[in-house]
């Protein structure tokens, strides 16, 4: 069964402070690895997708790199305005469909 | 990164009416289109699969009567809350793929629609 397992489920950083978030995920083929960023009340925005290992992509304070078992969102010298929570999803081969993972939630202190 | 408008972003309804729900991919078109429902502080719930031209394929346990989903073209999908009642107030939002070349997609996200049923 295909599957997304993230965390943690929550991150508190002091402002500067860099660390990452983990997307673990088993899929039959993968497709594609998407994150994404939502705020409350809002629809999820999008940030990457990664279609095979070895594969990174940038944005800003954002690095995403991905194995065949994992995806890394690393967040260099966060700011306040990054807190959000993080959402990863994977794709299989066989669908349009994307599986998602409950969510990382962050909050980045001044 | 492309546009999903979704509208409204809010609505308010009394318990028995029908609410619809828009999506529009503003600069791309989406032959597959994907409707979530999101409770506080959980992820996105899959509630169907909107394919242009064709029947959508909703996800087990989505009532297909109350849920109606139309996607009558190729940027335009809608979601029609029938006989609404307080147990379908929620978030919910629309998804539009768009398809890049080697078979690889991208999905984008509307903002959202919080629908409170009265």
């Known amino acids: 069964e295909d599957q997304v397992t993230q965390s943690p489920e929550a991150l508190r950083l002091q402002e500067g402070e860099s660390s990452s978030l983990n997307c673990s995920y088993t899929v039959s083929g993968l497709r594609g690895l998407f994150w994404y960023r939502q705020d409350p009340g809002k629809g999820p925005e999008f940030l990457f997708t990664l279609y095979s290992a070895g594969e990174e992509k940038e944005k800003e304070r954002l690095k995403a790199t991905l194995t065949k078992k994992e995806s890394f969102l690393h967040i260099t010298a966060p700011k306040p305005e990054d807190s959000a929570t993080y959402l990863c999803a994977v794709q299989a081969y066989n669908t349009d469909k994307l599986i998602f993972g409950t969510g990382t939630r962050l909050q980045v202190f001044p | 990164g492309a546009v999903v408008s979704q509208h409204p972003s809010w609505v308010i309804c009394k318990s028995g009416t029908s609410v619809k729900i828009e999506c529009r991919s503003l600069?791309?078109?989406?032959?597959?289109m994907f409707w979530y429902r999101q409770f506080p502080k959980q992820s996105l719930m899959l509630m169907a699969t909107s394919n242009e031209g064709s029947k959508a394929t909703y996800e087990q346990g989505v009532e297909k009567d109350k849920f109606l989903i139309n996607h009558a073209s190729l940027t335009l999908s809608t979601l029609t809350v029938t006989s609404a009642h307080p147990e379908d107030s929620s978030f919910y939002i629309c998804s539009a793929m768009e398809n890049r070349d080697r078979g690889r997609t991208e999905a984008f996200f509307g903002q959202g629609t919080r629908l409170t049923v009265v």
């Open positions: 600069d791309f078109q989406a032959t597959t």
